[in-house]
T-cell receptor
């Protein structure tokens, strides 16, 4: 089955800096890679996703890149703000994953004012 | 607010007991997923239902079972509870249950087994 590794487990940045979180996956058949943000006491919320037919996707300050050859994908947050502080999860799945999404272990992002 | 509701928010019970967690999907969504979140294991997929039928199974223990009813709400039953079952349990829903669908998560049920 799919295995998703996520790094780093914790990340601390200054407000206004950029943050990058990286994930690798094992199943070359996976074709869907969402990113979720989880704030304290809440359920995960989708912030952006990418499918394997594109290499990059942007939504305002958030971008995701995908390298199918290397089987890794990354989340980039620019101009970070204190409200970006949360746990971020990557996931992989789709075709070949038997209808399952496999999540990374999460990254605790802290944005210091 | 994702539109997915879960009850109860908190549940405290003893080892050996049985509990039922309930989930109502977003209006129009046909598929429901259950996840367990613990500090050491992260977010683990348990089981998925689509329009009342089981579609996919993950690392769900035999002591756990689930079902989706005709009105599309779902229940996760946990029996013979052990200390290690203490965790957050999330329900998510999607419209068609395809692997590439966006899954919308509920606020979760925190289960504490004493």
């Amino acid at each position: 089955g799919e295995n998703v590794e996520q790094h780093p487990s914790t990340l601390s940045v200054q407000e206004g800096d950029s943050a990058v979180i990286k994930c690798t996956y094992s199943d070359s058949a996976s074709n869907y890679f969402p990113w979720y943000k989880q704030e304290l006491g809440k359920g995960p919320q989708l912030i952006i996703d990418i499918r394997s037919n594109v290499g990059e996707k942007k939504d305002q300050r958030i971008a995701v890149t995908l390298n199918k050859t290397a089987k890794h994908f990354s989340l980039h947050i620019t101009e970070t703000q204190p409200e970006d502080s949360a746990v971020y999860f990557c996931a992989g799945g789709g075709r070949g994953s038997n209808y399952k999404l496999t999540f990374g272990k999460g990254t605790l992002l802290t944005v210091n004012p | 607010d994702s539109g997915v509701t879960q009850t109860p928010k908190h549940l405290i019970t003893a080892t050996g007991q049985r509990v039922t967690l309930r989930c109502s999907p977003r209006s129009g969504d046909l598929s429901v997923y259950w996840y367990q979140q613990s500090l050491d294991q992260g977010l683990q997929f348990l089981i998925q239902y689509y329009n009342g039928e089981e579609r996919a199974k993950g690392n769900i223990l035999e002591r756990f079972s689930a079902q989706q009813f005709p009105d599309l709400h779902s229940e996760l039953n946990l029996s013979s509870l052990e200390l290690g079952d203490s965790a957050l349990y999330f329900c998510a829903s999607s419209d068609s249950g395809r692997p590439t669908d966006t899954q919308y998560f509920g606020p979760g049920t925190r289960l504490t087994v004493l």
